[in-house]
């Protein structure tokens, strides 16, 4: 079982509010990334970080922003929550070798009323 | 730009059945492709990881192909059983992205008694 944790699982909240999605890993992984996934559509990767103090945006335009102070964390935050932001935001880590397989933690399912 | 399609109907096969499932990429050549099994509300979890210069992989149960003149991959499962039932993604890596990987949509398994 891959050692990657999200927290929350479930979060309901308001149009305006701050939010901060947390992801963490425990395998030393210096890679790491950001999806978001609707249903029954492609994964889209909106944010990925190489390594401590390095972060980059993805292909799908994104109001999140992330940040990456230790290895094994890398949260993201939504500054002003709306309806759009509605999705599965899912994280995942990998090694620095190449080819690697991705690591996913189990999502954090959005709902912004 | 790049993409991965795979077919978005949903497969219904028999127990004990072999189950194919397709992905095709278009406008690049990855140099890999990897399949992953995701369950509902989790993350993806890696199954297999094929190389351009390969033709076949198989763990288990589990056959890939990669033909790079159809520029297509084919997942088989053989003496499937209702445990396999799944969405299945298919994943490549973004041309010069380094550990980015493109998903596609996936295609969902349901493997009846």
């Known amino acids: 079982e891959a050692d990657i944790y999200q927290t929350p699982r479930y979060l309901v909240i308001g149009t305006g509010k701050k939010i901060t999605l947390e992801c963490s890993q425990t395998?030393?992984?210096?890679?790491m990334y950001w999806y978001q996934q609707d249903p029954g559509m492609e994964l889209h990767l909106i944010h990925y970080s190489y390594g401590v103090n390095s972060t980059e945006k993805g292909d799908l335009s994104s109001e999140s922003t992330v940040s990456r102070i230790r290895t094994e964390h890398f949260p993201l935050t939504l500054e002003s929550a709306r309806p759009s932001h509605t999705s599965q935001y899912l994280c995942?880590?990998?090694?620095?070798?190449?080819?690697?397989?991705?690591?996913f933690g189990s999502g954090t399912q959005l709902s912004v009323l | 730009s790049q993409k991965i399609e795979q077919n978005s109907e949903a497969l219904n096969i028999q127990e004990g059945k072999t189950a194919t499932l397709t992905c095709n990429y278009t406008n690049y050549s990855p140099a890999y492709l990897q399949w992953y099994r995701q369950d509902p509300g989790r993350g993806p979890v890696f199954l297999l990881l094929i190389r351009e210069n390969e033709k076949e992989k198989r763990k288990e149960r589990l056959k890939v192909t990669f033909d790079t003149t159809l520029k297509q991959s084919l997942f088989h499962i053989t003496a499937s059983q209702p445990a396999d039932s799944a969405t299945y993604l298919c994943a490549a890596p973004f041309s010069g992205g380094y550990n980015k990987l493109i998903f596609g949509a996936g295609t969902r398994l349901a493997v009846h008694p």
């Open positions: 395998m030393g992984h210096d890679k």
């Open positions: 995942a880590s990998s090694t620095t070798s190449t080819n690697e397989k991705l690591f």
